[in-house]
């Protein structure tokens, strides 16, 4: 119970920023008024201000007008609850789940642009599913930055997780011996750390590419999750890299990371009406326990109090 406290704490505190600029003014705009074309406009700016993004916030006023016309609210103060539970409805559980292979190593493939947190995500992952009961291999596979290699070896050391690696080698050979490795340690889940790279860079997304067939050659059904990397901070931007990072190698899920009190949580509701990917897991803060997994719940509730 105390760890879920200081969870919620930490989520809580890292939505300061959007409750701060959003909740406040959203409460003041809706009390006491009716729900009319001015009110619901004024509530769609309001939205798009928190980085729900112009889809996200055309969708939740459409939803909030019909339930106004159905006459299952009649006034501003009532659309705070409403909104919650819609927005709460966005992410069922099935699509946030991990899906583990039924043989062997779980493959999950990590990539995200330059300085999005990727790394240090990475580590997070293994922590998490170490504390799980999970064997945990990562392949630093970041081969074009040393310090990135450095960087996860000194991760793996603290956690206690064997890592696979090969500075200034192809990172296609590292993700070979890799999945070799995890396959002879019988490990539970491959964590591959990818190069940084701007999305709008094609040369090395199609390295990206070339990473993932690998794993696919070498074990079958991998990679079985491909998550990317977000910076919370970054906002909208973070929309465009989902959509091309996706179209190179077909993610599943979002790790929301840098989710500490300079973002606007409303891009998570924007990822996920825009680009249909859910959010699986979000940091919280700067050390590898700073982790969850993404609970609708616990983030509405967070970001209305």
């Not at 939740?60 to 006034?75: H, P, V």
């Not at 539970?85 to 779980?106: C, L, M, N, Q």
Request: aromatic residues 6%.
């Amino acid at each position: 119970m105390a760890f879920l406290k200081k969870t919620i704490e930490k989520l809580s505190a890292g939505l300061s920023r959007t409750r701060q600029m959003f909740i406040g003014s959203l409460k003041s705009l809706l009390s006491g008024r009716k729900l009319d074309e001015k009110l619901l406009d004024d509530l769609e700016e309001m939205l798009i201000q928190a980085d729900m993004g112009v889809a996200s916030a055309m969708k939740i006023r459409g939803d909030l007008q019909q339930a106004f016309t159905d006459k299952r609210i009649e006034a501003g103060d009532q659309a705070i609850d409403f909104l919650k539970e819609e927005i709460k409805r966005y992410w069922p559980e099935s699509d946030r789940s991990v899906h583990f292979a039924s043989a062997g190593p779980t493959v999950i493939l990590v990539a995200g642009i330059n300085g999005c947190g990727k790394t240090t995500s990475v580590a997070k992952l293994a922590w998490r599913f170490k504390t799980e009961g999970k064997k945990v291999c990562l392949a630093a596979a970041d081969t074009f930055r040393a310090a990135a290699v450095q960087q996860l070896t000194i991760w793996a050391e603290r956690i206690g997780v064997d890592i696979i690696s090969g500075s200034g080698s192809d990172p296609g050979a590292v993700v070979f011996d890799a999945c070799d490795a995890a396959v002879a340690r019988k490990a539970d889940i491959l964590l591959v750390d990818t190069a940084g790279r701007l999305h709008t860079q094609d040369n090395l997304m199609r390295e990206l590419t070339k990473i993932r067939d690998v794993v696919s050659r070498k074990i079958p059904g991998a990679p079985h999750e491909v998550l990317l990397v977000l910076d919370a901070t970054t906002g909208q931007n973070a929309i465009n890299q989902a959509r091309v990072f996706s179209e190179a190698i077909d993610v599943t899920g979002i790790f929301l990371a840098k989710l500490d009190g300079t973002a606007k949580g409303g891009i998570v509701v924007a990822i996920r009406n825009e680009v249909d990917l859910p959010v699986k897991f979000i940091g919280i803060g700067e050390t590898y326990e700073d982790v969850e997994p993404f609970d609708p719940e616990q983030f509405v509730e967070a970001l209305f109090a």
